[in-house]
């Protein structure tokens, strides 16, 4: 199955609640991640209250509310990790060379085919 196929069935998650897009009403798609409303929402109340959000916020949860949520993490980190590929894919396709992606994420040509070119 190619990345963008997969990409295709698999459930979109917002990158910053993780929450799925059954979750929510709206996922508002960027650049290999995605934001939902109610991020959306929660962005616009801090920016109107002029205040600042603290992160990490681990610091005011529990144990088992963190293991609870590293599911959520570990599959928003896939979703971007399938989203860089589709990238890195469509730049292939165009012709640009391991070397040039390479040099783009700051690592050498044979780490970049390494990592992305599905080939052993």
Not at 13 to 20: I, L, M, P, Q, T
Not at 68 to 80: E, I, K, S, T, W
Request: glycine content about 6%; hydrophobic content about 40%; aromatic content about 6%.
């Amino acid at each position: 199955m190619t990345v963008a196929a997969e990409l295709e069935t698999t459930t979109i998650r917002c990158s910053f609640c993780a929450k799925e897009e059954t979750e929510v009403s709206k996922i508002i798609a960027g650049p290999g991640i995605y934001i939902c409303d109610q991020c959306v929402q929660a962005c616009n109340t801090i920016l109107a209250e002029d205040v600042s959000t603290q992160l990490p916020i681990w610091d005011s949860m529990t144990d088992e509310q963190i293991l609870a949520h590293l599911p959520r993490v570990a599959q928003v980190g896939a979703q971007v990790e399938r989203n860089l590929r589709s990238w890195i894919d469509q730049l292939r396709q165009r012709g640009v060379t391991w070397s040039r992606i390479g040099a783009a994420l700051d690592m050498t040509r044979q780490s970049a085919w390494g990592r992305f070119s599905g080939e052993e």
